[in-house]
């Protein structure tokens, strides 16, 4: 069975950091392209951050670009999302995802095959 189990979320001031993690079990996750999504109450889904199976290729959403990185580690089965200068729009519920293998769609929800339960993030001003 596979599972993706988010952590790291919680209450942070405008300007501080958080670092979301997201651990894998029951696939073998070099061969997914993974990704964070992120839904605030009342707002769609939307893209945050995704990174192919072996780390090569990464894409942000414009909003947080040089405030997140991504990152991923096969052998520990597992990713991160670091977050710096975080901003009160940053917060939403944050959710890691496995794509399907050898398909590379960064943005595109449907793309991703396993789903993990969420996360929340909060940013006060």
């Known amino acids: 069975q596979v ?19 997201c651990a894998a079990s029951g696939l073998t996750l070099s061969e997914y392209p993974m990704g964070w999504f992120r839904q605030a109450p009342g707002k769609d889904s939307e893209f945050v951050a995704a990174i192919n199976w072996n780390g090569a290729i990464i894409n942000y959403t414009n909003s947080v670009k040089g405030r997140f990185t991504v990152s991923r580690d096969n052998g520990e089965k597992s990713m991160d999302l670091q977050m710096n200068s975080l901003k009160p729009e940053d917060t939403a519920v944050y959710y890691c995802a496995a794509g399907g293998r050898g398909y590379y769609a960064p943005s595109i929800p449907s793309a991703y095959k396993y789903w993990g339960q969420g996360t929340q993030v909060t940013v006060s001003s």
Request: net charge neutral; aromatic share 0%.
């Open 3 to 21: 599972q993706l189990v988010e952590s790291g979320g919680g209450l942070v001031q405008a300007g501080g950091s958080l670092r979301l993690s």
